[in-house]
T-cell receptor, first 113, second 115 residues
Framework: QQQVKQSPQSLIVQKGGISIINCAYE??????FPWYQQFPGKGPALLIA?????SEKKEGRFTISFNKSAKQFSLHIMDSQPGDSATYFC????????????FGTGTKLQVIP | DAGVIQSPRHEVTEMGQEVTLRCKPI?????LFWYRQTMMRGLELLIY????????DSGMPEDRFSAKMPNASFSTLKIQPSEPRDSAVYFC?????????????FGEGSRLTVL
């Protein structure tokens, strides 16, 4: 049973536009929500993460919005650039010690000039 | 700092052959993970080691898969015999379990093609 649902599967955005990727989770025990970015031929790398005690976290052009009551969170990429073209994975885990990281299925983003 | 190092980067083999994938985690990291990535199933956790001891192997698909971590700086994932459905990119990742964020540091992956 997939515990983190991610959409869309693919996304094409014009340069300068806003890219939005959505995720929903089921396990209310999750308390740490990272996003990973993966370029072709590379492994995923941590991009930004949020804990549920805040509703938004911003790092540069990347913003996570978090809605605890709806069990949803999203990644917004402002002023999208061709260099942002990559696959993005949302994830969730219970923080502390060993807890399995559950990944979404990924969104392939293409930013066109 | 050197990241997670995986080898080989690409492997093409025939059905029935043994495949061994190798991983060197980041020095000082005490947890190691093997993931498999496919278009259909995304990133799947196969097995997790903590301090060289396998803790969770519930994701290992079947007995054809085995993993070892003989020391803190080396791990292998073996598939014997390999089948075409094993074709995927296999990632190794490491982290320090005492860091609560649990950020995973991934290698560049080993792309396996079984003909």
């Amino acid at each position: 049973q997939q515990q983190v649902k991610q959409s869309p599967q693919s996304l094409i955005v014009q340069k300068g536009g806003i890219s939005i990727i959505n995720c929903a989770y089921e396990n209310t025990a999750f308390d740490y929500f990272p996003w990973y970015q993966q370029f072709p031929g590379k492994g995923p790398a941590l991009l930004i993460a949020i804990r549920p005690d805040v509703s938004e976290k911003k790092e540069g052009r990347f913003t996570i919005s978090f809605n605890k009551s709806a069990k949803q969170f999203s990644l917004h990429i402002m002023d999208s650039q061709p260099g942002d073209s990559a696959t993005y994975f949302c994830a969730a885990k219970v923080e502390g010690g060993y807890q399995k990281v559950t990944f979404g299925t990924g969104t392939k983003l293409q930013v066109i000039p | 700092d050197a990241g997670v190092i995986q080898s080989p980067r690409h492997e093409v083999t025939e059905m029935g052959q043994e495949v061994t994938l190798r991983c060197k985690p980041i020095s000082g990291h005490n947890s190691l993970f093997w993931y498999r990535q496919t278009m259909m199933r995304g990133l799947e956790l196969l097995i997790y080691f903590n301090n060289n001891v396998p803790i969770d192997d519930s994701g290992m698909p079947e007995d054809r898969f085995s993993a070892k971590m003989p020391n803190a700086s080396f791990s292998t994932l073996k598939i014997q015999p390999s089948e075409p459905r094993d074709s995927a990119v296999y990632f190794c990742a490491s982290n320090k379990i005492d860091r609560n964020t649990g950020e995973l540091f991934f290698g560049e992956g080993s792309r396996l093609t079984v003909l």
